[in-house]
């Protein structure tokens, strides 16, 4: 009788440690699947006043502090039926089919890299006017973003 008292002693706390280590690792798992996604915030966007009355560029930040990477794959606004993505090598502009936005990591479209170019203007855009965009991502779906007109020669700090 005293071996199965001790056996069951001993028994009871290692199937107790299993089972909080089962818990654990559920846990665990469950933690790493929520961060094996995209998590994306947009910041930074502003809209110079174009020079021309039916063109445009567009430049902003994907920041992503998800565990998946996600691509922006097209962008759309209510300004423009003819928005292209574009990256820059050198001097040459070449259009982009999608741009990658890194896991733990961020797209930054700027002036003289990856912009946004925006053609066939329903309207020039005003300073102070705010222009409505949807960015387009393979795997977070739309993003809606109100972007300022800044002036022509505008450049963010930082």
Do not use: W
């Not at 001993?10 to 094996?36: R, Y």
């Not at 174009?50 to 430049?59: E, G, H, K, S």
């Amino acid at each position: 009788m005293r071996k199965t008292t001790t056996a069951t002693a001993v028994t009871l706390p290692l199937l107790l440690a299993g089972g909080m280590l089962l818990v654990t690792g559920c846990q665990s798992e469950k933690n790493a699947l929520a961060s094996d996604k995209p998590e994306l915030s947009v910041s930074g966007a502003y809209l110079p006043q174009p020079a021309m009355p039916d063109m445009a560029a567009a430049y902003l930040t994907v920041k992503n502090t998800g565990g998946k990477a996600d691509q922006l794959t097209s962008v759309t606004s209510p300004l423009s039926g003819d928005i292209t993505m574009h990256t820059t090598e050198g001097s040459q502009m070449k259009h982009a089919a999608e741009l990658d936005v890194p896991a733990k990591g961020e797209l930054k479209l700027t002036r003289g890299g990856t912009h946004l170019m925006l053609g066939k203007l329903g309207h020039k855009p005003k300073v102070g006017e705010k222009i409505e965009f949807t960015l387009h991502f393979a795997t977070s779906g739309a993003v809606k973003v109100r972007v300022p007109v800044e002036s022509t020669t505008f450049r963010p700090q930082g």
